[in-house]
C-alpha cells in the first residue's frame, strides 16, 4: 500500500516555463512533506520542505503547496532550466510519532527541454 | 564537511549468499537510515537507527538486518540473497530532530 503516491512517472517541459510536479498522500498523520532530487549516480539531494502548518514555502525558484484536505502537493518550479533535469521524489513524515521514518513516492522524472 | 559515505559502491553476488554493506554518516549526525531504490518503486525505507537503537523499521523481511556502531557509523546485512534484492540500496543521515536527510551514493547491489 502506497501512502505516497506521484501518478506522473515522467514530465517534458520547455526551458523557461514553469514546471509542475504533483504528489498525492494518504496517511492522514503526515505533518511534513519534502521534495528531494536525484541525479543519475548520485543519492538524492534535499530541495524544499512544509509543515501541515503552512500551505505554502517559497525557495527561490522552488515553491511547494500544500493542500491538506485534498491530501494532496506540489512542487512549482518558475522559470525551469535544463539542470533541473532529474528524478523528484516527493517524501512525508509524522513528526509526531515518528519524524525518523520518511515515506518517499515513486518519483517523477522531469525534463527540460532547451 | 564530509558527506555520507557508503561502501562498496558497487557489489555482485549470487543467489544465497550475503552481503554487508557500509555506511559512515556526516559528522555529527547521529540519526541513519537505510533505503531500497528499485525502478517504479522509488526509495522503500528499510530501517533507521539512532544512537545503536533501531528506532524505526519499514515493511521488509527479517532476511534485511542493520545495525550502528557508538560513532554513528552503520551497517546493514541482507541474509540469503534472492534476484528480487537487486537494487540500489541508500543511506542517508540527518541531525536529531531534523527531517532533512543527507543521502549518500549508494550501493549498487546485483544478485545473479
Known amino acids: 500500500d502506497q501512502q505516497v503516491k506521484q501518478n506522473s512517472p515522467s514530465l517534458s517541459v520547455q526551458e523557461g516555463r514553469i514546471s509542475i510536479l504533483n504528489c498525492d498522500y494518504t496517511?492522514?498523520?503526515?505533518?511534513?512533506f519534502l521534495w528531494y532530487k536525484k541525479y543519475p549516480a548520485e543519492g538524492p539531494t534535499f530541495l524544499i520542505s512544509?509543515?501541515?502548518?503552512?500551505d505554502k514555502n517559497e525557495d527561490g525558484r522552488f515553491t511547494v503547496f500544500l493542500n491538506k484536505s485534498a491530501k494532496h502537493l506540489s512542487l512549482h518550479i518558475v522559470p525551469s532550466q535544463p539542470g533541473d533535469s532529474a528524478v523528484y521524489f516527493c517524501?512525508?513524515?509524522?513528526?509526531?510519532?515518528?519524524?525518523?521514518?520518511?515515506?518517499f513516492g515513486p518519483g517523477t522524472s522531469l525534463s527540460v527541454i532547451p | 564537511k564530509a558527506g555520507v559515505t557508503q561502501t562498496p559502491r558497487y557489489l555482485i553476488k549470487t543467489r544465497g549468499q550475503q552481503v554487508t554493506l557500509s555506511c559512515s554518516p556526516i559528522?555529527?549526525?547521529?540519526?541513519v537510515s537505510w533505503y531500497q531504490q528499485t525502478p517504479g518503486q522509488g526509495l522503500q525505507f528499510l530501517f533507521e537507527?539512532?544512537?545503536?537503537?533501531?528506532?524505526n523499521k519499514g515493511n521488509f523481511p527479517g532476511r534485511f538486518s542493520g545495525r550502528q556502531f557508538s560513532n554513528s557509523r552503520s551497517e546493514m546485512n541482507v541474509s540469503t540473497l534472492e534476484l528480487g534484492d537487486s537494487a540500489l540500496y541508500l543511506c542517508?543521515?540527518?541531525?536529531?530532530?531534523?527531517?532533512?536527510?543527507?543521502f549518500g551514493p549508494g550501493t549498487r547491489l546485483t544478485v545473479l
Open positions: 537507527y539512532f544512537s545503536e537503537t533501531q528506532r
Open positions: 517524501a512525508a513524515s509524522d513528526m509526531k510519532t515518528s519524524y525518523d521514518k520518511v515515506i
Open positions: 542517508a543521515s540527518s541531525l536529531v530532530g531534523r527531517n532533512e536527510q543527507f
Open positions: 512544509i509543515s501541515s502548518i503552512k
Open positions: 496517511n492522514s498523520m503526515f505533518d511534513y
Open positions: 559528522s555529527g549526525h547521529r540519526s
